[in-house]
Nanobody, 121 residues
Framework: QVQLVESGGGLVQPGGSLRLSCAAS????????MGWYRQAPGKQRDLVAT???????NYADSVKGQFTISRDNAKNTVYLQMNSLNSEDTAVYYC??????????WGTGYWGQGTQVTVSS
């Protein structure tokens, strides 16, 4: 069984920074793409950024130049560095792993439980 656990959310003032982490645990041999999504109140869950196992990144236009995604394959962990935060970044942030290879084969579509990020003075 695989679990994704996020950490690092919280309350931050406008202009501040936060770093989110998401660690995948279980009998993991390989993880393909990992990413972050966010869902603001009353809105759909949207892509924030993804990163392939080889380090290729993709960002939503709204966060380009503001957020940086990275990963540590040895730790099965993905990070999201968020800078210059503003109220529009307030949301629950979810970690995702699209495909995970385990001894039993490939599994798809893994999500963390979400971590709240609130930007407010």
């Amino acid at each position: 069984q695989v679990q994704l656990v996020e950490s690092g959310g919280g309350l931050v003032q406008p202009g501040g920074s936060l770093r989110l982490s998401c660690a995948a645990s279980g009998r993991i041999l390989k993880i393909n793409s990992m990413g972050w999504y966010r869902q603001a109140p009353g809105k759909q869950r949207d892509l924030v950024a993804t990163i392939s196992s080889g380090g290729r990144t993709n960002y939503a236009d709204s966060v380009k130049g503001q957020f940086t995604i990275s990963r540590d394959n040895a730790k099965n962990t993905v990070y999201l560095q968020m800078n210059s935060l503003n109220s529009e970044d307030t949301a629950v942030y979810y970690c995702n792993a699209d495909r995970i290879l385990m001894p039993t084969g490939w599994g798809t579509g893994y999500w963390g439980q979400g971590t709240q990020v609130t930007v407010s003075s």
